[in-house]
């Protein structure tokens, strides 16, 4: 049913923790099943010099978050953001379908946390041309919070 390679993620998760003094963080959740990731980066001189992942989820948003980590890690701003939600699931060489949302949360939350970054900087603008994330709006943990409640 999963890849070894999931397995491998699953079972000894890379970056997992915390960054002190974050340079960005994006927080999604998935509504129907109630998960929740957070993603911190480290931004220096437009590179990600650092990547960490909290997940409270099932065994692929750990999986997914701990190989979205290593993607962006040493990635720039630019190319962390084309990092798309079928990247993380082909690197874990595949996910069942009905776990195919898990890997977009992972995207999701890296894209917000560059969002995050970028408009700390002031440069929110520069998300209007170049920006390539997800289509829709990751959910939040407000809008989680407001669904599960209706
Ligand atoms: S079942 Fe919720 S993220 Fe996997």
Redesign the pocket.
Known sequence: MYSDKVMLHFMNPHNMGEIENPSGVGEVG?PV???LMQIQIKVEDGILTDVKFKTF??G??IATSSMVTDLAMGKTIEEALKITRNDVAESLEGLPPV?M??SN?AADALHVAIEDYLKKEGRGEWLDGKKKGPKKKPATRKSVKRQQTG
């Open positions: 998935n099943c109630g998960d989820g099932c692929a948003a776990k949302h898990c949360l």
